[in-house]
């Protein structure tokens, strides 16, 4: 059977430069990067060299960026810190982020009782930054802002620049959780004055274990992992040598193609798009994940019109891999609070929403396979129907 990966959002393959570098790295640059001697030091240029690479695709400082072991590690931090040492009071956030900001908000609230500020998705899962504007306004107290740029489940983008003019004007911080669009758009934080953010080097055919936390300079932000003095003290532990190397080469690759992999991710997807609409009646596309333009080119979240909650197991035993959700809530008995969001109750009761997400390996070979195999599986619940009525 030749197996089709097409869940991307949660995870991506390794290139093979990225192994043998990391590969390199285990065999030649074993040193601890703290040690004074040759080969500490052989490990932590390394380190460095990657942080600069970073620092320059950001357009920031190279002492901004603190090495994490991912993304929800990086998140954490930086919403537990801003309690905690920035004295922040109030968070606004929204029902549409990943769970790891999601539960550390609540965590924040209950354990530090910390006020919390949920702004209202429309049907399409955009936020309104007029009910933005006026929550920040309507309170002195010390507030974050956590809003994620490109949703994990629908693709949606967020205006991230005037989200952080926004912040700035009413001397409020703002966290982006940046894991998905990371490497796979252009981000400037010399022109968007977005105080922190965060980074999983697996979601772009890095290794898993490895990601960063942005954190702009001055801000205070203090560590919550405590211990020696790396990552300029924000993050103690010996750093994760052959992950960052990875998480470096993935970037580089990345962004040395980033044009040629974007246009052709966006003609698998609109090839998507075409193809379920002309052979399943009736499927309908979640949030903005259908409009090229407003939302993240690799991912697109479908509603197909018959309720199957074992569709994930089907087409993973025809070799099709796919997600349900995001991978952290694919497993779930219930909807996720983002389709929630976007799909209505009573059809949701008739519906299964499915993420396809592509990667600049998917080909449109693999997404015939996906759509006849859907359309197979669709045919069969019009027979069962059919059948049902029959008796």
Same mark, same amino acid.
Request: net charge negative.
């Given at each position: ?78 919403? !537990?810190?801003? +309690? ?7 968070? *606004?956030?929204?029902? =549409?982020?990943? @769970?790891? &900001? /999601? ?38 107290? !010390?507030?974050? +802002? ?7 489940? *629908?693709?949606?983008? =967020?205006?991230? @620049?005037? &989200? /952080? ?227």
């Amino acid at each position: 059977m030749n197996k089709i990966y097409l869940d991307n959002a949660a995870t991506t393959p390794l290139s093979e430069e990225v192994i043998d570098a990391m590969v390199s790295v285990l065999k030649n640059n074993y040193g601890n990067p703290s040690s004074t001697h040759s080969f500490g030091q052989e490990a932590k240029i390394l380190i460095e060299n990657v942080r600069r690479e970073i620092a320059d695709y950001l357009k920031v400082s190279p002492a901004e960026i603190i090495f994490t072991s991912c993304g929800t590690e990086s998140n954490n931090m930086i919403i !537990k810190s801003c +309690v905690d040492h920035l004295g922040v009071e109030r968070i *606004i956030t929204s029902p =549409l982020e990943h @769970k790891c &900001v /999601a539960e550390t908000v609540l965590d924040m609230k209950k354990r530090r009782g910390v006020e919390v500020a949920y702004l209202r998705p429309d049907k399409k899962g955009d936020v309104s930054l007029e009910q933005l504007e006026n929550l920040l306004k309507s309170s002195d107290k !010390k507030t974050l +802002v956590t809003l994620m740029h490109a949703n994990n489940e *629908i693709g949606n983008l =967020l205006d991230i @620049k005037k &989200v /952080a003019q926004l912040c700035k004007e009413n001397n409020a911080l703002f966290h982006s959780d940046t894991v998905q669009s990371m490497a796979h758009m252009d981000l400037d934080f010399s022109d968007i004055p977005v105080d922190f953010a965060s980074c999983s080097a697996h979601k772009f055919h890095g290794p898993k274990g490895s990601g960063f936390a942005f954190i702009r300079k001055a801000s205070g932000l203090k560590g919550i992992i405590t211990g020696g003095p790396q990552e300029r003290s924000l993050r103690a532990g010996t750093e994760n040598v052959c992950g960052i190397v990875g998480l470096g080469k993935a970037l580089e690759i990345y962004l040395k193609n980033m044009d040629s992999y974007a246009n052709h991710i966006k003609e698998i997807k609109q090839y998507t798009i075409d193809q379920l609409s002309q052979k399943i009646e009736g499927v309908k596309f979640n949030g903005r994940s259908a409009e090229m333009d407003n939302s993240l080119y690799t991912v697109l979240s479908v509603l197909l019109p018959f309720k199957d909650p074992m569709i994930g197991l089907k087409l993973d035993m025809k070799g099709i891999a796919i997600s349900q959700g995001s991978a952290c809530s694919s497993g779930a008995a219930k909807p996720s609070m983002v389709m929630m969001m976007v799909v209505d109750e009573e059809e949701m009761d008739h519906t299964t929403p499915l993420r396809v997400s592509f990667s600049h390996l998917t080909t449109k070979e693999e997404i015939d396979a996906l759509v006849d195999a859907l359309v197979e599986i669709a045919k069969s619940f019009h027979i069962e129907k059919a059948n049902i009525e029959h008796r």
